[in-house]
């Protein structure tokens, strides 16, 4: 991954909650949270905080103000595209994009992402590289890539064909039309579609139950499933049996299997 900059600006909002979840808010709302080089860097940072930090045990991701995010920030000039200067996105998406949405993929934690209004570009992906999806009513995904006349970038060609299915991938990603909240839940896009102004209670609610979870578990399964995604049966099913192991020699389980045998519940620590 890239080495990157630590930023003081406010392009980035981190709480850490008792519970253990950190809510990573994008902040430019003036510009539906279009990421800019501070925003991304300040992203990875707190990315890889949460990452490091056993204090964190989930992630919600979420946008302030009226969208989620709307991808690239197409003013900046570091993706090079005003006049007489030839673009290198290959390095933009290496430096930036690329650890995000590694990160968001690989964090053993579970991410939550709380799609309050339009995720559009790099900012749809960032919302399909969480591990589930709860959409504000008013939320929207669009594939605006084709638009200005790029592929889907961010992983998108990666996960929007395993979250929908090629067909409808396809479909998307060449028309780069809207797709609504309603429409996203269809598709099974989103994993649940609330009201405008439950998103961050529901969200926020579903962050402290996987906080409160068996943290090992979680980032273990996040390891298999990464891992199925790419290998055929028989070399999963032996890679899982590995996984299993390290997850039968937390203390949650042990926990969790006491707290079965006497009935009650199982207070797990993440440890
Ligand atoms: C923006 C943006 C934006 C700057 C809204 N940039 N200002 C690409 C290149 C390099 C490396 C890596 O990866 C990529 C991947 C990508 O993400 S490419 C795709 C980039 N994103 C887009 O093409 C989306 C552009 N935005 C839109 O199409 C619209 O803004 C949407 C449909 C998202 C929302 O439309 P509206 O609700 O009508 O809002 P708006 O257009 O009025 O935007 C509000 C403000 O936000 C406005 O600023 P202003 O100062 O005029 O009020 C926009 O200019 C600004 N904004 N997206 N990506």
Redesign the pocket.
Known sequence: MATTPRTDDQTLAVDISPAGVMTITLNRP???N??NDALSYALIDALKTARKDPAVRAILLTGAGR?FC??????SRS?GAEKGEIPH?GQ??RNR?MPIITLLRTIEKPVVGAVNG?A????ASMAFACDVRIAAESASF?Q??I??G?IP??GACFMLPRLVGLGRAMELMMSGR?VKADEALQMGLVNQVVPDDELMTTALALATDYAQGPTKAFGLLKRATNRAMDCDLETYLAYEADVQEIAGRTADFAEGVAAFVQKRPANFTGA
Request: avoid cysteine.
């Open positions: 003036d510009k539906l279009a990421v969208g709307a991808g690239q920030d197409l003013e993706i996105l933009s998406i994009y339009v559009a570009g790099a900012g669009i605006a890539f638009k200005v790029l970038d961010s809207k």
